[in-house]
């Protein structure tokens, strides 16, 4: 079946700018994560939602970034103003309804963003 | 979460068993050792996880020791796709958000 795609596949952006990045979860996962990768780096969690629960934003690095969930489904990763320190590929996963903590997640191809 | 600690890199023969340590000396009972690998390029990949039993699925083998405070991923007969970053990460089962260490790079050699 289909996998988790993030749109777009690559993004470059000036300074100052704002922009939205897309993540669609595989269809019934519940649960919906965004990481980033700078380059040469490991990942770095950003934000996680599970449900219709609060969402888990201790990652988020400043009040720059943002993050939607709309309908349960289809995600949205804005940042505001960007700088050049946010370059690198934002990765989105999601995971299927929890059993107990037995469940795994899967990763899109992600997004890389330059700001230049 | 706890910290693990893994070494930042590892050669394998082709063919033969590649065994990647990690110590996760300050892991608490309700934590979960999981398994993920990232080929370059590519977003991470689920390998494997487990809690105090050992585990075996097609891709590997988890063997945990008794005392839970370290582990060891067996990829039995690799091959040169197995060339990747390998993370063992720690995670509470309050949470699904994963913490990313730096991992081990493999390379599989001909």
């Known amino acids: 079946g289909a996998g988790v795609s993030q749109s777009p596949s690559n993004k470059v952006t000036e300074k100052g700018k704002d922009v939205e990045l897309r993540c669609d979860p595989i269809?019934?996962?519940?649960?919906l994560y965004w990481y980033r990768q700078s380059l040469g780096q490991g990942l770095e969690f950003l934000i996680y939602f599970q449900g219709n629960s609060a969402p888990d934003k201790s990652g988020l690095p400043s009040d720059r970034f943002s993050a939607e969930r709309t309908g349960g489904s289809v995600s949205t990763l804005t940042i505001q103003r960007t700088q050049q320190e946010d370059s690198a590929v934002y990765l989105c996963?999601?995971?299927?309804?929890?059993?107990?903590?037995?469940?795994?997640?899967?990763f899109g191809p992600g997004t890389r963003l330059t700001v230049t | 979460d706890a910290k693990t600690t893994q070494p930042p890199s590892m050669d394998c023969a082709e063919g033969r068993a590649a065994n990647l340590p990690c110590n996760h000396s300050?892991?608490?009972?309700?934590?979960?050792v999981y398994w993920y690998r990232q080929i370059h390029s590519q977003g991470p990949q689920y390998i494997i996880h487990?809690?105090?039993n050992n585990e075996t699925n097609e891709m590997a083998s988890l063997i945990i020791t008794e005392d839970r405070k370290s582990s060891t991923l067996i990829l039995p007969h690799a091959t040169l796709r197995d060339t990747a970053v390998y993370y063992c990460i720690v995670r509470s089962s309050n949470t699904g958000k994963l913490i990313f260490g730096q991992g081990t790079t493999l390379q599989v050699k001909p």
């Open positions: 269809s019934g996962h519940t649960a």
């Open positions: 487990g809690l105090k």
């Open positions: 300050t892991i608490s009972g309700n934590e979960y």
């Open positions: 996963a999601s995971s299927p309804p929890r059993r107990d903590a037995d469940y795994e997640q899967y």
